[in-house]
């Protein structure tokens, strides 16, 4: 059964038994959103369970009940959570990146007190590995644990205002679409209200949204992740390890072996034919609800097809 987001009390909610995880999405991401937790299940031990917090960026009733029906309710707990209007207007948005990328800010103020950390996904991954064994890291005294980005490794090349911020160009610049906050910490410093100051304060500096502003928020007190856990797309730009930030090892490490896979570019497995990924995607889509669903030739020439009608519209 459906427990609907007007129905919640989330206030009294036991925190042992389960792992918890947390979600942001609009309609749109809806169905891979279910893909991404099955994934996880597909990965995780027998004996774990899971609570899933979802924040609804405008989920329809009819695609919150498919994923409630993707996923086992005697190994997960699914919690909606309404969001509050407390975004600034005219945030950056860009071609797959909607308004729902800023609501991870506000994931602290959205859980009770006595959740003192989380993790958050991104809806655009799959996991390959036990979900356990990220959330058994130490996150010690560090506000997030997180992944290096792979295609701008250093502040240098991720904010362009680094020099403005007194941020040493050299300092390691992170994804934002894996993290292990430490909701207490970030409570007590108010890295919500900073983050939402930062972007409104610095709009035209910004060019990778969220994920700026919690690296200049955050440089410097952040906590490294093995970059398994983070595999973007970016990583195949590189013709060798010697070219990349990795040393050799790890570097193979995230091409052959990469522990989360992120499809953290426009091209995703859902809407993009010949995606690397695509037969993956699809085999744990077939545990969702939306079993049997493919992007297909069809789609895609079509989709063509509209974006040259759309350009000579313009003209």
């Not at 906590?223 to 990583?235: A, H, M, S, V």
Request: aromatic residues 14%; positive net charge; charged residues 25%.
């Amino acid at each position: 059964m459906l427990v609907t987001k007007h129905s919640l009390n989330i206030s009294n909610l036991d925190t042992s038994n389960y792992i918890p995880v947390i979600f942001a999405a609009d309609d749109k991401y809806a169905m891979p959103l279910a893909v991404t937790a099955c994934s996880i299940f597909a990965n995780l031990d027998s004996n774990t369970k899971l609570r899933i917090f979802i924040i609804d960026g405008g989920i329809t009733e009819v695609n919150k009940q498919k994923i409630a029906n993707s996923l086992d309710p005697q190994r997960c707990d699914i919690r909606w959570l309404s969001l509050p209007k407390k975004l600034p207007q005219g945030m950056k948005i860009s071609g797959h990146i909607s308004t729902a990328a800023y609501y991870r800010l506000l994931i602290p103020e959205l859980l009770p007190d006595n959740y003192e950390k989380i993790i958050y996904l991104d809806c655009d991954l799959l996991l390959n590995r036990d979900i356990k064994q990220l959330w058994d890291i130490d996150i010690a005294d560090n506000y997030i644990l997180a992944v290096q980005e792979i295609r701008f490794p250093c502040i240098n090349s991720g904010l362009v205002n680094y020099k403005q911020l007194n941020i040493p160009g050299d300092w390691k610049y992170f994804n934002s679409g894996v993290l292990v906050i430490n909701l207490k910490k970030w409570r007590s410093e108010n890295i919500t209200q900073k983050a939402i100051q930062y972007l409104e304060q610095h709009q035209e500096d910004i060019r990778f949204h969220d994920q700026d502003a919690l690296n200049a928020i955050l440089a410097g007190n952040w906590g490294e992740l093995d970059p398994r856990w983070n595999q973007t797309p970016f990583i195949y730009e590189y013709k060798s390890w010697r070219e990349s930030p990795f040393t050799e090892e790890s570097f193979k490490n995230i091409l052959n072996e990469p522990w989360i896979i992120h499809f953290a570019s426009s091209f995703k497995p859902w809407n993009f034919y010949q995606h690397i990924h695509k037969r993956l995607f699809y085999r744990y889509l077939d545990m969702t609800a939306w079993k049997g669903w493919r992007y297909t030739f069809w789609m895609a020439l079509y989709k063509k097809m509209m974006r040259i009608l759309l350009k000579n519209d313009k003209r």
